[in-house]
């Protein structure tokens, strides 16, 4: 039966249009959804409080029995017995629930925050991080910013508790409260651009293209709040044609931003050709209700001290930052989160491994 045939045995109301059925569809379907989402999420935080509460009953029994570590496999044996059809059982995910207890024995923190998180995200936080402090630092984060388990993994890799809020910069000093606070905390040092694939022999220009062709990757190294504007903007000032390399506008701090990169080391020079470009789009390109234009100063290499002297005398707000090119490529960003099957699979993998 051809399309035309088809239509004829429809029935009428599904060929007829109707006023605002597009519209009416269109909501049912984010309704849905959202729905689906919810559900989604609830489901995740009643199984992260269920793994929770395991992992404490068994540190709570080894402790008041004197139980080894050998009744762990036995609760494994008997639970998958007992529920075949769920997952997550295996001997070495109880061991995980058992760290998992033991790293957030504060039932109120479980509940609140890491519930909000999948148990994928709480097994990187306990293998890959030492203190306490730290994990927290990541899982509020994660939560934060909507990280995937594979973005979680690189951002603890690529230390970015250490290098967030590490730029040289004159916040303090030219933005108000808390504004410069925000500004401060959204920029990092150094910068790490190893998803380039470049050697530190590329050239600015080079470098440059490379983050607009991976423009997905450069925002999250950005980090939240960072929206692409453009590449090589052009300036108009007094009939003289001028090229912004990077802008950007921050939706936190309602501020255009403009980066500067450098294919040497930091020069105070480089601060006088920055600052025109501020008082550029803050004259041509800002609205009203735009906030000063910040900007951000990339260079192979600084001085700190010769960045800080720099700084001091400048009266627009600017950050310098040294940005890091890495040949090792990270792995593929995962943005689907795995299912328990996917984590049963690869811990038993590990478990084989070990045997």
Request: overall charge negative.
């Amino acid at each position: 039966m051809n399309d035309h045939e088809g239509a004829k045995n429809r029935p009428a109301a599904l060929i007829q249009p109707l006023e605002g059925y597009a519209d009416w569809l269109a909501e049912l379907k984010t309704r849905i959804y959202n729905a689906q989402q919810r559900a989604t999420l609830a489901v995740n935080r009643e199984l992260v409080l269920l793994y929770w509460q395991i992992g404490r009953d068994i540190l709570a029994r080894q402790a008041q029995q004197g139980w080894g570590a050998r009744v762990i496999d036995r609760l494994a044996h008997d639970l998958r017995r007992a529920f075949p059809e769920m997952k997550g059982f295996s001997p070495r995910n109880l061991k995980y629930m058992r760290a998992f207890a033991e790293a957030w024995p504060d039932a109120e923190f479980v509940q609140e925050v890491l519930a909000q998180l999948p148990w994928y995200h709480q097994l990187a936080l306990l293998d890959k991080l030492k203190t306490a402090e730290e994990r927290r630092w990541y899982a509020q984060k994660a939560i934060a910013n909507n990280w995937s388990r594979n973005v979680l993994v690189m951002q603890i890799e690529t230390r970015l508790l250490d290098r967030q809020g590490q730029a040289v910069t004159n916040f303090e000093h030219r933005l108000p409260k808390p504004q410069s606070d925000l500004a401060r905390e959204s920029l990092k040092d150094p910068y790490r651009f190893d998803f380039l694939g470049l050697t530190d022999e590329a050239q600015e220009r080079e470098v440059e293209s490379a983050l607009v062709r991976h423009v997905t990757q450069f925002l999250l190294e950005l980090g939240a709040g960072f929206a692409f504007v453009g590449r090589q903007v052009l300036l108009d000032v007094g009939g003289e044609e001028f090229f912004i390399d990077l802008l950007f506008y921050h939706l936190k701090l309602r501020c255009y931003v403009v980066i500067e990169l450098k294919g040497g080391k930091f020069k105070p020079e480089h601060l006088g050709q920055l600052g025109f470009y501020l008082t550029a789009v803050d004259r041509q390109v800002k609205a009203e209700h735009d906030n000063p234009t910040i900007g951000l100063l990339l260079c192979k290499s600084k001085n700190k001290v010769v960045a800080e002297y720099a700084l001091n005398d400048k009266s627009q707000p600017m950050g310098i930052s040294e940005y890091k090119l890495l040949e090792s490529l990270p792995e593929p960003l995962q943005t689907s989160l795995p299912s328990i099957e996917q984590i049963e699979k690869e811990l038993e993998g590990i478990e084989d491994g070990q045997a």
